[in-house]
């Protein structure tokens, strides 16, 4: 089935006008969904130079994703992820999407040795926390984005473009930054939520 494009959302259909390469127009996308994109499979870092990862992006319709868990919306009684159902359609990439990353520490252990070296750590998009993206790019582990590719990067808010760790944003983006708060109804509970 076929969907037509204008139904997609606004980011959507800028990344699929803007006829992207596989791995920048899923960071693109990872803009929109992830929670601080991270391209790590670029070439070795600078200290260690390994052997790289051939860009397949012109032949290969497949791109590998690793996420927190609850990072995005998900269709429990059909058991998909709408966004991706819709990046899907709509480009005809295919996103091998996993829950992997349940905290950065032990996600780093597990892809460091492989960055390292310059191998493949199965996955082409990763999403940790600004903290542990400063780490990877620091360390020469983070892929160069090409902001020709990814119109939505000049949405991002001016203190969120020139962040310490990647000034520009040349390595990561970020999709929300903030913070979480509640309140309730003192007259329904006068002692406070405790």
Not at 59 to 82: G, Q, S
Not at 89 to 111: H, L, P, R, W
Not at 149 to 176: C, H, M
């Amino acid at each position: 089935m076929k969907r037509d494009i204008e139904s997609l959302a606004p980011e959507t259909r800028a990344l699929i006008r803007a006829q992207l390469t596989r791995r920048s127009l899923l960071v693109g996308a990872g803009a929109v969904v992830g929670a601080g994109t991270l391209a790590a499979c670029g070439t070795g870092g600078s200290e260690t130079e390994g052997a790289g990862i051939v860009d397949v992006s012109d032949t290969e319709k497949i791109v590998r994703w690793a996420n927190w868990p609850l990072y995005l919306d998900f269709d429990e009684d059909a058991k998909v992820y709408p966004t991706l159902q819709q990046f899907e359609s709509a480009t005809g990439i295919t996103v091998t999407y996993t829950e992997d990353i349940d905290d950065n520490n032990s996600f780093y252990g597990k892809v460091q040795g492989q960055l390292a070296i310059g191998s493949d750590i199965g996955y082409d998009i990763v999403t940790p926390t600004d903290w542990m993206a400063a780490r990877f790019i620091e360390q020469g582990y983070a892929q160069e984005l090409d902001a020709a590719n990814i119109p939505n990067k000049g949405n991002i808010r001016e203190v969120l473009a020139n962040v310490g760790f990647d000034p520009g944003r040349n390595y990561s983006l970020t999709w929300q930054s903030g913070f979480a708060g509640f309140g309730w109804n003192v007259q329904k509970i006068p002692k406070g939520v405790r």
